[in-house]
Every structure is written in structure tokens, then in C-alpha cells.
């Protein structure tokens, strides 16, 4: 009698599913997930990769790493895994939220970021990798990968720097960092390019702005006017 009266009771204080209602608990359903962890993610990660099926893998790292953002070891998973799966655009933007959450290795990530741009030259990939470079004032690094790409893509890139100082400057942002990064990038994708009057103006108007670097754009400027009497723009 007195177990029958427990369960009327709980069957009248649990309350009942209705349709559409997804809120209640299936402890079935939920038992590997209760005791998931960080190492059991990362085993399946792995087991996924043995079995071919990357983009299972670049799912399952994903996933993870949203429950648990400041594992590394996972999230050099899921940015290597995009690269491979060619999801640039997440691989981006998991960098940006790794280097947040884990500084210290910032190049290590660059490191990896910049060999696979090499491989691929994924425009916004590169995009991604140059304005890091430019934020951290790595000019000969920018230069160099600017040396290395293939055309268009140093083009492509100065018209996306340019589009990006005019829209800061239209919206009144003109004397902000990032309109001295974009001034930057642009000077130095139209100095790959070729157009050194363009590269020498824009570089000019970043001295002021940015007297940490004022050594190494000065020399730049100074190469130029060299080769700016002979360009065929003047």
C-alpha cells in the first residue's frame, strides 16, 4: 500500500511531456555525455581521424572544444582538422578565440597557421595571417609572405586593405589602430605589387600614427625614392 502511494505521488509531481517539448530529461539518452570528458573527446577525435572520416572528427573537436574553450590540445585538434577539411573560415575563426584563451602560444599557432597558408594560399586565411603579423608590427614577416604568394592575391589583398581604411575613415575612425594596421597592410601589398608611389603615400601617412615602426617604414620609404623616379606611375 505504502509503495503504491509512492508512486501515485511521483507520477502526479512529475509533470508530463507535452508535444514539441524537448526540456525534459532522457537519462537513457544522456549517459555518455554526463560523464564525457576532455580525454574521451579527444580519443574519439582520434579514432575518427584513423577511420578516414575528417569531417566526423572536425565535428566532433568543434564540439568539444565549445564545451571546454581553454583545452589546447583540442583546440590545435579542431584548427588542424579545418585545415584539412579546407573550412577555412572556422579554422579562422577558432584562431582568434584560441590566441584569446591561450596567449603563450600565439606563435606556436602562427607557426601553424603560416605553413598551411604556404600550402594553400587561402585568401582569407592569409587575410587572417596578415593582420595578426600587422598588429604585432612584423613587418619583414609581412613582407616575406607578401614575396611568396601568388598573383592575384597580393592585389586582392590591397583592395581589401583599402576598402578597410576607407570604411574606418568614413565612420570617423580614421586615427584609430586599425586604420593604422589597414594604412600598413595596404602600403605594403601595393609595394609587392609594384605600385611604389601608391605604397610610398600610404606607408607615409602611417609614420606619424605608429613611431614604433617609424625605423623600419623610414627605410622602406627611403628604397623607394629611388625607385620612384624611374616607376612607370610617375
Not at 23 to 39: A, C, K, L, M, P
Request: charged share 30%; with cysteine; aromatic share 4%.
Amino acid at each position: 500500500m505504502i509503495a503504491r502511494m509512492v508512486c501515485i505521488s511521483l507520477v502526479f509531481r512529475c509533470p508530463r511531456a507535452q508535444p514539441g517539448d524537448h526540456s525534459t530529461i532522457d537519462i537513457g539518452n544522456r549517459g555518455d555525455d554526463v560523464f564525457e570528458t576532455q580525454e574521451k573527446v579527444l580519443r574519439k577525435v582520434y579514432q575518427d581521424r584513423e577511420k578516414g572520416d575528417l569531417a566526423r572528427a572536425r565535428q566532433r573537436a568543434v564540439e568539444g572544444l565549445r564545451k571546454w574553450p581553454d583545452d589546447y590540445d583540442l583546440a590545435v585538434e579542431a584548427v588542424q582538422l579545418c585545415f584539412e577539411t579546407e573550412d577555412f573560415n572556422e579554422a579562422t575563426r577558432l584562431l582568434k578565440s584560441v590566441m584569446r584563451h591561450h596567449p603563450r602560444e600565439k606563435g606556436n599557432l602562427l607557426d601553424l597557421t603560416r605553413e598551411t597558408c604556404l600550402h594553400t594560399w587561402n585568401p582569407a586565411l592569409a587575410w587572417f595571417l596578415l593582420e595578426v603579423l600587422v598588429r604585432g608590427r612584423e613587418i619583414d614577416a609581412v613582407r616575406d609572405l607578401l614575396r611568396r604568394a601568388p598573383a592575384p592575391l597580393p592585389d586582392d589583398l590591397a583592395k581589401r586593405a583599402r576598402t578597410r581604411k576607407r570604411s574606418l575613415e568614413e565612420n570617423g575612425q580614421g586615427r584609430s589602430p586599425g586604420s593604422t594596421d589597414a594604412a600598413l597592410l595596404l602600403g605594403l601589398c601595393l609595394l609587392e605589387t609594384g605600385r611604389h608611389a601608391e605604397a610610398a603615400a600610404a606607408l607615409g601617412s602611417v609614420l606619424p600614427k605608429a613611431p614604433e615602426i617609424a625605423h623600419a617604414v623610414g627605410e622602406i620609404l627611403v628604397d623607394l625614392e629611388r625607385e620612384i623616379p624611374d616607376d612607370a606611375e610617375t
